[in-house]
């Protein structure tokens, strides 16, 4: 096993906040970032080498790889061929298989699926006959997804009766979709876990996750008790996803708590915002432990921090209320330097950890 040290560059695509936290936790443990991106954004406050370029542009990925000693990502939703092509050149860790599973709904809940995991029914959808099909099978209320590029609640359509199909089929542009039935689930959670280059895994108390808009609004821990019992079985599951993918690096898994046991919604190949409790909130935060399993260093200890840590994010203009929270001196407050404010645009959060 080739350990990366302190002093190496570590390349990452994507320049928003979650690259910025790896890139500050990469900076403690001694580490140069450089980041890969169409635009500068947050990350590029905190990290002193910049290649911008688009995803697909396959001979600035090359040269980006060639300067860098390992490539990681902050999100999922670039081509999988050009990033899978730099592996000769550099390290892709997570592997190119995770991120090429977890950008599609359609492989990311076969995947699981395959490995013993539940999920809420769903079809595949290509065809307003397809979506008229899976509507009689599967019934409403029912939400149709797009298979890629979503995130935060957009690229989905909740379908009530069947007579709203074309309608949502319009409203997703015709984009390959699932179909998938409601769920009328007690809570949410996910598990966020860390695996070594050497195969070793950790994961962190499960954050009770509430969603507002279909956007993250707080993660808490310790989740209450119905997330607690649901919690080993989802953890295992999640250890077989990332052993069957190689993985290196956080994976999270996202989990709604039913009568039935917990069902599998979808999964990230990356440092998740359910997981940004942990840089106050555990011993060692996903970020850093993220930056070791790529650079194959040992992981450190995920335990919690005190007996209570939540998780608000700022969104929109919530972002504005950073005097207010600063006079709570518990608050830790975090902002990603992000300049113009839109609605449901996550501007930062705020970590409260009750010792
Ligand atoms: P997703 O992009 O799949 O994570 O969906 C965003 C949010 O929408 C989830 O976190 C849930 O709060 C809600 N949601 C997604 N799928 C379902 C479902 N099948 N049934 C009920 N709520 C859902």
């Known amino acids: 096993m080739v350990i990366l040290p302190p002093g190496s560059t570590i390349g990452i695509l994507g320049s928003g906040q979650l690259g910025r936290m790896l890139a500050i936790a990469a900076a403690q443990l001694g580490y140069r970032t450089h980041i890969y991106a169409p635009e500068t954004g ?3 406050d905190v990290s002193p080498l910049m290649t911008r370029a688009r995803y697909d542009d396959a001979g600035a ?4 790889a060639r300067s860098v000693d390992v ?17 000769p050149i550099a390290p892709v860790r997570p592997p190119a298989l995770s991120l090429a599973t977890a950008q599609d709904r359609v492989s ?29 099978a599967i019934g409403c209320p029912a939400i149709l997804k797009t298979s890629r590029f979503g995130y935060d609640g957009r690229g989905q359509a909740r379908i009530d ?13 015709h984009a390959p979709a699932i179909l998938e039935g409601f769920i009328d689930f007690e809570h949410e959670f996910s598990i966020v876990l860390v695996r070594g280059l050497d195969g070793e895994i950790t994961s962190y108390a499960p954050p009770l996750n509430v969603h507002r808009d279909g956007i993250l609004a707080t993660s808490t821990v310790p989740a209450p008790p119905p997330v607690a019992s649901q919690w080993t079985e989802a953890a295992t599951l999640a250890g077989r996803v990332a052993d069957a993918l190689e993985h290196v690096g956080v994976l999270c898994l996202e989990f709604f708590v039913t009568e039935n046991g917990p069902l599998f919604n979808e999964m990230a190949p990356r440092v998740h915002n359910s997981g940004h409790w942990t840089i106050e909130g ?21 335990g919690l921090v005190g007996t209570n840590v939540e998780m ?24 990603y330097g992000k300049h113009e404010v839109r609605p449901g645009r996550k501007m930062g959060h705020v970590t409260r950890v009750r010792r």
């Open 61 to 64: 990925l090359a040269a980006f």
């Open 312 to 335: 608000e994010n700022l969104i929109g203009d919530d972002a504005a209320r950073w005097p207010d929270i600063l006079t709570d001196r518990a608050a830790h407050l975090h902002l």
């Open 108 to 136: 990311e809940k076969s995947f699981v699926e395959g490995l013993g995991g539940r999920a809420a029914p769903w079809r595949e959808i290509t065809s307003l006959a397809d979506l008229d099909a899976a509507i009689a």
């Open 71 to 87: 490539v990681t990502y902050e999100f999922e939703n670039v081509a999988f061929a050009p990033i899978a092509a730099l592996s």
């Open 282 to 302: 555990a011993v060692t935060s996903q970020f850093e432990n993220h930056i070791r399993a790529i650079c194959g260093l040992p992981l450190g200890d995920t």
């Open 161 to 173: 009766m069947p007579s709203e199909s074309e309608a949502a089929w319009e409203s997703i542009g």
């Open 42 to 44: 947050p990350a590029n």
